[in-house]
């Protein structure tokens, strides 16, 4: 007993280790039975793969072949389009959803919704869209905005006023003309891109003052003084010689109070003293559109009915120019023009040319709406109209 008191903390100790050798000859022997497990496993798999077993045929009539997996309607997924009925709409553009008919809450609806949950406005029964369909109500039908999808949105009614290629006309322009909005090379005709300020017949720029006989009875001996406004200094012009602008005296009567005088075109106006006369022929004031930015380039363009210009504009790198004639026109809703084949040619369309119209004629600047491209800025500078 002695001996177990006097060494009890050395037997405690003793057992200890004698439990932790055991258990680590435990841990190793487990550890050594998982080894040889995996490595049987092992190698039982590369013996199922290793050659020297027959594998049944594989039945390939079940697989099927590209050609059948190309026409497989149910793999068949529209990346930018979808067809006009199909239900599942493109990678981009779901069908299965719509904003809502109430512009001022426009949240995102399922298809089948009847009533919008937010507003409560009704909304339309769903259909295929038709081509007569715009629901941004732009001038593009949804069936166009969808072909151009990379461009175009039937949601957006801003994207019609842009200038997708840079050619100097809004969407909505080339593809009223029936042009490529995508091609720069492709645009309508240039008259699409006059304005009208103003029609009406001009006074003439001078007023009769005075006919002064220089004591002489002989009338080419005579002047006459015109004022023109503006100039303190009074031109005195004999019979025969120019007043202004092309106008020349061409006659006075025995009163000396009625001076004919006679345009460049060969007209002839009856002027009495401190009468203003207009012109016979009415004036067209255009404005040609260089640029569809607000504040961008604009020419000018006059001229009197019968008249003919040119307006010129950059294609291929090379000047693209147009031939046109004034038809007919009293005020600023009926001005006519007529693109001609050749100077002083044969008409081969006319064209209606209206006033400007701030929100239709240039690009929008509207906040998240996509500005046109750096293309049209350059066409705007490079774009000229001419007068001759």
């Not at 000859?25 to 490595?39: D, P, Q, R, W």
């Not at 995508?182 to 009208?196: H, S």
């Not at 693109?339 to 040619?345: A, E, H």
């Not at 209206?354 to 509207?366: E, M, S």
Request: a negative charge.
């Amino acid at each position: 007993m002695d001996f177990l008191a006097k060494h009890y903390e050395k037997l405690i100790l003793l057992a200890c280790l004698l439990c932790l050798i055991a258990g680590i000859f435990a841990v190793i022997s487990g550890v050594s039975k998982e080894e040889n497990k995996l490595l049987e496993l092992r190698e039982s798999a590369i013996r199922k793969v290793g050659g020297d077993k027959i594998l049944p045929p594989l039945d390939l009539s079940r697989v099927p072949t590209v050609e059948a997996s190309l026409k497989d309607p149910r793999l068949f997924l529209s990346v930018m389009e979808s067809s006009p009925d199909s239900k599942k709409g493109s990678l981009f553009q779901s069908k299965r959803y719509i904003i809502c008919k109430n512009l001022q809450c426009g949240n995102l609806l399922h298809v089948s919704t009847d009533k919008c949950p937010f507003c409560g406005t009704e909304q339309d029964q769903y259909k295929d869209t038709k081509p007569e369909d715009d629901t941004d109500r732009d001038g593009i039908p949804d069936l166009v905005e969808k072909k151009y999808a990379h461009f175009l949105n039937y949601l957006d009614p801003y994207d019609a006023f842009f200038d997708e290629d840079g050619d100097g006309f809004l969407n909505i322009e080339e593809y009223q003309a029936g042009t490529d909005m995508e091609n720069p090379e492709d645009f309508p005709p240039l008259a699409l891109l006059l304005r009208v300020q103003s029609v009406g017949k001009i006074r003439l720029p001078f007023l009769v003052f005075r006919v002064r006989t220089l004591d002489s009875e002989l009338k080419s001996d005579w002047k006459v003084e015109f004022q023109i406004p503006g100039r303190a200094q009074r031109p005195a012009v004999k019979i025969g010689e120019e007043i202004l602008g092309g106008y020349k005296v061409s006659s006075i009567n025995d009163a000396k109070d009625l001076v004919r005088v006679e345009s460049r075109e060969g007209k002839s106006y009856n002027m009495r003293i401190g009468e203003t006369v207009e012109e016979e022929v009415p004036t067209a004031a255009m404005l040609f559109l260089a640029s569809r930015e607000r504040g961008g380039r604009m020419v000018r363009v006059i001229r009197k009915i019968g008249e003919e210009f040119y307006l010129e504009k950059d294609k291929s790198g090379k000047a693209y120019r147009e031939h046109y004639r004034v038809l007919a026109g009293t005020s600023r809703d009926d001005l006519r023009v007529a693109q001609l084949d050749s100077p002083k040619g044969e008409t081969i369309a006319e064209f209606d040319i209206k006033a400007v119209n701030v929100k239709r004629d240039f690009i929008p600047q509207v906040d998240g709406a996509r500005r046109g491209n750096v293309g049209e800025h350059e066409e705007g500078r490079r774009a000229r109209g001419r007068m001759r």
